[in-house]
């Protein structure tokens, strides 16, 4: 287990920023971390890399207990905030030299290290170059190096696509894969869900301070999909097809639009594929289409964290 979060909460005076929130990420996850404006996501990026204090709570990074001021903890976790510094008359070299020093790495060891890492963030070549002159994208990988220079086990990374034209954001997306497949782990922070959805392995979204759902990208799809409704075209014996929908005790909220039904199904795939093959025998329907409706990863974000009566999925 790389992060263990247990009963963490955080209050700014009155404001409750985190309530309960508990979260676990495993060795070689590249976890999206992904919530609505305010719903405390910097917060708990803040208390892990040791910026800020919880109320209460435990954290273990790498099956350590978490205190404030641990220095050796922090030597695990490679940290890319959610705003970037500026920096005059700076070169690269000199930049992760630095952040290298304050590490203890130096002279060639540290020169062979940060030009490994500009490699690796797609910046090689760029050493020379002033920090001031890369570009807002070039920036954010600079920042991913620069996070990376004492050679961290966990990789937090706040917002780093916001801003990014959506070219930049694949390649840093791309990049971010990569880095994950050498071996480190990610957690990584968004308030739009289908940004992270293609890219991670894992999701969890948080809201008001406290976890709403958890697991892998494929599991909550599926589950979401078993939320959306299921969408046919008929071409013959719709009456019949319709009436057979309706006894259905699985189906509910049949409508009709033209030869389109629509019907609310809360069955799972084999239920789909069964009721299918008696709308064909038992009916006699011609079936053009069948199949649930794709709901995108963006609707699935609006109905989970969306008002409260209208949740389809719940914590599973
Ligand atoms: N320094 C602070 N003082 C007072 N309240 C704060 C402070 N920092 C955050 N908050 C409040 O705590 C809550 C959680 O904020 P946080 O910044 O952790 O959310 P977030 O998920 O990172 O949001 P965003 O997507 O906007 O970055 C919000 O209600 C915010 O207004
Ligand atoms: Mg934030």
């Not at 929908?245 to 629509?262: C, K």
Request: proline share 3%; net charge neutral; aromatic share 6%.
């Amino acid at each position: 287990m790389m992060l263990k979060i247990c009963n963490l909460k955080k209050s700014y005076g009155k404001i409750r920023a985190l309530r309960d929130l508990n979260l676990e990420i495993e060795d070689g996850e590249l976890f999206g971390f992904v919530g609505p404006n305010g719903a405390g996501k910097t917060t708990t990026i803040r208390i892990l890399t040791g910026l800020l204090r919880a109320d209460s709570g435990t954290v273990e990074i790498d099956g350590q207990p978490m205190r404030c001021g641990d220095g050796k903890l922090k030597e695990k976790i490679g940290y890319v905030p959610d705003f970037f510094g500026v920096y005059d008359n700076v070169r690269v070299s000199e930049y992760l030299e630095f952040y290298a020093s304050a590490y203890g790495i130096t002279g060639l060891v540290a020169r062979r290290r940060y030009m490994e890492l500009l490699d690796m963030v797609g910046l090689g070549g760029r050493e020379d170059h002033y920090v001031d002159s890369l570009s807002r994208g070039m920036k954010q990988r600079l920042g991913v190096a620069r996070a990376l220079v004492h050679n961290p086990r966990l990789l937090i990374l706040d917002e780093p696509a916001a801003g990014l034209d959506p070219r930049t954001r694949q390649d840093f997306i791309q990049m971010l894969k990569e880095i994950n497949k050498c071996g480190k782990t990610i957690l990584i922070s968004s308030h739009i869900l289908s940004e992270l959805g293609e890219m991670c392995t894992d999701i969890g979204i948080i809201e008001e301070g406290a976890m709403v759902l958890r697991g892998s990208l494929v599991d909550i799809l599926a589950m979401v999909n078993t939320s959306n409704p299921l969408e046919m075209r008929i071409y013959k014996n719709l009456p019949e097809a319709v009436a057979l929908l309706r006894r259905h005790p699985l189906v509910h909220n049949v409508t009709i639009d033209g030869n389109q039904v629509v019907a609310g199904f809360s069955g799972g795939q084999m239920d789909e594929a069964r009721l299918l093959g008696q709308l064909v025998t038992e009916a006699g329907a011609l079936v053009g289409s069948f199949g649930r409706r794709q709901g995108g990863l963006e609707s699935v974000f609006m109905q989970i964290t969306g008002s409260k009566e209208e949740k389809v999925v719940a914590q599973g």
